[in-house]
């Protein structure tokens, strides 16, 4: 009887080794296995800011231009904008940052206590960037990306944990400048409708445009103009269509007036005035929608001066014309 409660006992203490051994080794594979930096329901972001030594950009997530923002949505249900200027962002670009963000898996730390964060600049105060997740204002997580230790690698921490990783990212992903982010065609004028100038109108009727003549009082229909300005008309709309901002104004310098380009254009909805100016080498574009002074392209401004010249150019050449008949 001795002898059997005897194996019976050490047949149980094999097991529970052999259970022990079996659940250390399941651990230590599961501890080898990648694992994701941020452990966050990504569906739920919202907000981001991005902050290096240039300052801060803030991005949040909105239903659509004009529609304010709608935070809790999902990141595929609307528009990112920049927050503290009110403007669409690029929102491919805020969403592929994001995806590379989720996709970020760590192993093996290359550092693991926080006197290592300053080395590989991944404490907060030589940070090249710091990247915080929001939903609402609920923090998610927070990464600080450091130095490069090779080609397309980055190290970063997470907040919160004294853990330095090595990952593949780029900082040219993250740019640290607002501008960086802006949508660069938020002004551009597709579908258009209806083009009024200083001294023309252009009403799209079906796929034809007839072109008016504007003097103080009345609009005279010229049946023949249109064609005769088609070139200056497919221009004038081309620079409208694929109009690109490079960048926003913050302190405006002093526009003359008279000195400018002032279009009414219609498209579906919206009607909007553009005012483009030069000034001192310099080209401005601002939308009658929005207090916002943007720069843009020599090429654009010459292209839009030059073609709505032409047609008030050619008018009065047929308006020579007429009086010669």
Known sequence: MNTKTTLSGLLAIQLII??????????QSNNNLPQPLLDIRWENVDKV???????TVSLGLGLGLGLGLGLGQSKDSGEWQLLEDGLLAQSDKVNALLEKLEQLQVKWPVATNQTSHS??????????RRIAIYSGENLLGEILIGSSPGL???????????QVYAVELELADIPPKTTDWLDRSLLAAKNVDRIEGANFVLVKTG????LSRKSPSILINQDNSAAKNQQEIENLLSSLNKLRVT???KDKPHLAEGHDIKLDVTFGDNNWRYTFHEHNGQYFVQRSDRDTLFTFSKSDYEEIAQSSQLIVDSQEEQKA????R
């Open 49 to 55: 800011t991005i902050t290096s030594k240039t300052g």
């Open 18 to 27: 052999i259970a022990g051994l079996w659940w250390h080794a399941q651990n």
């Open 321 to 324: 014309e007429d009086k010669e």
């Open 207 to 210: 796929d034809n445009w007839q």
């Open 152 to 162: 397309k690698q980055l190290h970063i921490r997470k907040g919160g944990s004294d």
């Open 119 to 128: 080395r590989f600049e991944v404490d907060k105060k030589n940070a090249q």
């Open 247 to 249: 960048g926003l104004v």
